[in-house]
């Protein structure tokens, strides 16, 4: 998943990505870096773009852009 500097959140192809070491949020917690923020909760995790309110949620049933 990923959120541009504009448009909706989508779908990418990142090789290595998975393997980056990024944060792990507990429920309740969230992680800003620049103009994105992430928020994690027992239903998923939310990701948005600041600026633009565009983003994603992901969890382990279903993953939605907007």
């Not at 779908?11 to 944060?23: E, I, L, N, Y």
């Amino acid at each position: 998943m990923m959120i541009g500097a504009t448009g909706d959140g989508g779908f990418t192809c990142a090789s290595d990505a998975a393997f980056v070491s990024s944060p792990v949020l507990r429920y309740g917690h969230g992680y800003r870096e620049g103009r994105f923020t992430c928020i994690s909760r027992p239903s998923g995790v939310t990701c948005t773009n600041d600026r633009t309110k565009h983003g994603f949620f992901i969890s382990r049933e279903t993953t939605h852009v907007f």
